[in-house]
């Protein structure tokens, strides 16, 4: 099999953290899945992360953005803002319909959790939504359990379309917790 017979095959996916440039597109990407694809109707007034995504996440000190890139095109993004102390939240997981069934979210997943282990981070929180089933798993796949939302920190922002949410803590989190009780 030539080159390009392998990459439409099994595309080559670099993962990255997000270049300013690529804002647009990211922004462009999450509100056409939750609008299009979810039927969602969310504003930028709702979703304020994403008028300038790698302002909200990166030149702000208070998080990371990384994105999927395949054939030159964004084809999915994850990201990860700070709550409090040692206290992170996933956000923005969306893969492009056109590129899913590659890995590519779970390798996002993959990278973001593989940073808190680096990154000092105590634990991650995320929020979902019934209808992203195929979301929850790869989540449980990662080590997220499913909490309540009375288990959340008082600084998470819960949208109006959550439904559920899931918590991912480190081994040194878990002993704490361990030792609280």
Request: glycine share 6%; proline share 3%; hydrophobic share 45%.
């Amino acid at each position: 099999m030539d080159v390009a017979a392998a990459h439409a095959v099994h595309p080559v996916i670099e993962l990255r953290v997000l270049d300013p440039a690529e804002s647009t597109a990211v922004r462009d990407l999450i509100l056409h899945v939750l609008n299009h694809e979810y039927g969602m109707a969310l504003t930028l007034d709702e979703l304020p992360d994403l008028a300038d995504v790698h302002r909200s996440y990166i030149t702000s000190g208070m998080g990371q953005f990384w994105v999927a890139r395949v054939d030159g095109q964004v084809a999915g993004c994850i990201g990860v803002l700070r709550l409090s102390g040692a206290d992170y939240e996933v956000r923005r997981m969306y893969v492009r319909a056109d590129y899913r069934g590659l890995g590519i979210a779970q390798r996002l997943l993959a990278l973001l959790t593989a940073w808190s282990a680096t990154s000092g981070v105590r634990c991650l929180y995320l929020e979902t939504n019934a209808a992203w089933v195929a979301a929850h798993h790869i989540y449980e796949k990662h080590g997220f359990v499913e909490v309540s939302r009375s288990d959340l920190p008082l600084e998470f922002p819960v949208v109006r379309v959550a439904t559920g949410f899931f918590r991912r803590c480190t081994t040194a989190a878990h002993a704490c917790a361990a030792m609280e009780q």
